[in-house]
């Protein structure tokens, strides 16, 4: 008998879960549907030890989720509607997978709590539990949101390339190490599709980068390869990172995406290989 690898057990686990599948809706509080997966298990096929990956050298790494419909009951039986911005610091264990975090919020739904205050100690103790790391948790009025913004830097997406590779390729990216900059180039068009629901997720993308000059079109090209690229948002964003990191060479990276809503959250991972702190942007298809 072959025994299998720690990646090989965790990937059957999530195959095996209900993730992909029908689920029924639960509208009272459970905090046993959330599904953690690790986040080193995609590294570890790769042979690499995610804890001396370059951002993690920072504390500023960090997936913001936000979400759209919260809702709970006060002791009176009203319901309660916030928006809710959750913080995960990337030197987490796990992630937590999308869809189980989605039902997991809904179990709130005709559940009573004598306060706000009450629900967001309760989310951020499952929260923080299941993934291993404080996760901060805000609520926010629906009518405190803030206004749509937009990346600064040149948006790449009017370059004139011919693209044929829609997974990923590291060596599609070049750099011009005869000319040094700073700059902040970002695109609208990254596509990949969930692991476990085969959905596409879209995003927007930021590379901000000190170093020799990053190609434009090498670089749309790379992000375009995500396009039939199944992953889920954090390895996605971490996998970019590292590509431009150790291919193009910059003495300093940031490299911030901004997933489009599913389910009513959004995904978006900030790594840096410099102390910074992630703006959570609200981007026009957000």
Same mark, same amino acid.
């Given at each position: 008998m072959i025994d299998k690898t720690h990646a090989e057990q965790e990937q059957e686990k999530l195959d095996s879960s209900p993730l992909g599948n029908h689920t029924a809706y639960v509208n009272r509080y459970d905090a046993s549907l959330l599904f953690p997966i690790e986040r080193a298990v995609n590294w570890q096929k790769r042979s690499i030890d995610r804890r001396e990956l370059p951002f993690l050298q920072q504390a500023g790494a960090v997936d913001i989720w936000n979400g759209y419909e919260i809702s709970w009951l006060n002791l009176k039986g009203k319901p309660i509607v916030r928006v809710a911005q959750f913080r995960f610091s990337a030197h987490s264990s796990h992630i937590i997978e999308s869809k189980s975090f989605k039902l997991y919020l809904n179990s709130y739904n005709l559940s009573e709590f004598s306060s706000e205050r009450a629900v967001i100690e309760q989310m951020q103790q499952d929260l923080s539990s299941a993934s291993g790391e404080l996760c901060e948790v805000t609520f926010y009025h629906l009518d405190q949101l803030p206004p749509? /913004? /937009?990346?600064?830097?040149? @948006? !790449? &997406? &009017? @370059? &004139?390339? /011919? !693209?044929? /590779?829609?997974n990923p390729d590291v060596n599609l990216l070049a750099a011009d190490g005869s000319i040094q900059v700073t700059e902040q180039l970002y695109s609208h068009i990254l596509k990949s599709n969930c692991p476990v629901t085969g959905q596409p997720d879209w995003a927007s993308i930021s590379v901000a980068y000190k170093g020799a000059k990053i190609s434009q079109a090498a670089l749309l090209r790379y992000l375009v390869s995500y396009r039939e690229h199944g992953d889920f948002h954090e390895q996605c964003v971490e996998n970019i990172f590292m590509d431009v990191w150790q291919q193009c060479k910059p003495e300093e990276l940031t490299v911030y995406a901004r997933y489009i809503r599913r389910g009513g959250l959004d995904i978006n991972p900030f790594r840096s290989s410099v102390a910074a702190q992630a703006e959570n942007l609200r981007l026009s298809r957000q």
């Open positions: 749509v /913004q /937009q990346f600064k830097g040149e @948006c !790449i &997406d &009017d @370059c &004139d390339v /011919q !693209i044929t /590779q829609y």
